[in-house]
Nanobody
């Protein structure tokens, strides 16, 4: 089993920055991609970003491009999501997820393990 624990969420103001972390533990695969998704109240879960095992490939959802940066430290089994210029519409529960294999995916179905989520609230 693999456990994912997110941290770093909180209440910020419009225009602020925030960095989320997600630490993987347990029986992690030899190679795995890591993704971030989010779910706002009353909305479906939405793809945020994904990073490949090597870190050489990253993909972002359109609303996040230019504002969010995903990175990882394989020595620490940790993935990060740096969010800048935050907007009220970024308010959501943010989930990290682990996908077997080196390549990333923008589809939820590709991910085998999920964290419990961390709340990000952006006030106007």
């Amino acid at each position: 089993q693999v456990q994912l624990v997110e941290s770093g969420g909180g209440l910020v103001q419009t225009g602020d920055s925030l960095t989320l972390s997600c630490a993987a533990s347990g029986r992690t695969p030899t190679t795995y991609a890591m993704g971030w998704f989010r779910q706002a109240p009353g909305k479906e879960r939405e793809f945020v970003a994904v990073i490949s095992w090597s870190g050489g490939e990253t993909i972002y959802g359109d609303p996040m491009k230019g504002r969010f940066t995903i990175s990882r430290d394989n020595a620490k089994n940790t993935v990060y999501l740096k969010m800048t210029n935050l907007k009220p519409e970024d308010t959501a529960v943010y989930y990290c997820a682990l996908k077997h294999g080196p390549a990333g995916s923008t589809y939820e179905a590709g991910y085998a393990y999920w964290g419990q989520g961390t709340q990000v609230t952006v006030s106007s």
